[in-house]
């Protein structure tokens, strides 16, 4: 009997360990499991974000904003807290978001936006033209800047490249890109400009048949350049195969003085050729002030159109003339 009752003390208290340790090892891997769940948790916090696309301008409320889970370490910290939305309804988005967007206290604006029209004087005119990136310094511009404008064109079979406008006010600038030919895609950037009507009718004219670059210039420098150039690119870098010859005119020779003169025809007759700074200076040209060649140029391209394009009266006389016919 005292034998039977020892194996059962044994067994017991084998079974009692047994458990004791199945527990202790759960326990274990539990806790070995939170710890490493811990350890790669991330914590998420509620913020809003917009809940589709949201132009800039669209007055804020409930139905395009969103809460999403965001984990802590992407959070900005001028991102907004659902309990934040109250500060900001009613107010306007400053710029664009995309779905998905956390909404941030920088896109929202209590004051709505002035009409950039405002931003243009009385009496002035805004003109916006594309600048090529790559002929001038349009990834430069900024507004506030003031810029030159120069203009490249042909005028009676002779090449002249001439100032245009100078020390024009950039009001704001702008990228856009458009497909070429090839199929390639050419980025080009637009600058606003601040001209006066006169103005900006000369810009848009220069515009359509000539070639114009943006030259950037300093504030504080006031002084304008009537200084242009004329000829192909050969004379103006001075690398002209041969240069145009210039000749002595031809002395009158008077009574006893034709030996005197004689003298000096012989010394003169030689012909000169010019230099290629004589070139390159004789390509250089000064632009008259008012009645200048860009406005000539310009004048001359508005009569050729108006001859080319015959008025009502002219169509009706040769419609007359072929029904007689």
Known sequence: MIRIRKSWYIAGFAIGAGILATFSANKYMKEKISQIEANHRQVMIPRIVAAGDIPE?????????AVR??????????????????RIEGKIITSPLTAGDPVLWAHTSTVSRRPFSEKVAVGRRAVTMPVDT???VSGLIVPGDLIDLYVSFKYRNRDITAPLLQGVLVLATDKESKLTNDGSEREF????LDTSPEEAAKLVAARQDGVITAFLRNPDDKKASQKGVKGDLASILGIATSGPIVRKKASVIYGDQGSKKMTEIANNSEDHTPTKEEILQQSVINIPGQEDIVSSWISENAKKKEVATPNDNEISKREEDVDEE
């Open 69 to 86: 889970d965001i984990p802590e370490n992407w959070v900005s910290s001028d991102s907004l807290s659902p309990d934040e939305f109250e």
């Open 57 to 65: 301008g669209t007055i804020i409320d409930s139905s395009i904003l």
């Open 134 to 136: 790559i002929n001038s």
């Open 189 to 192: 950037s637009t600058v606003t």
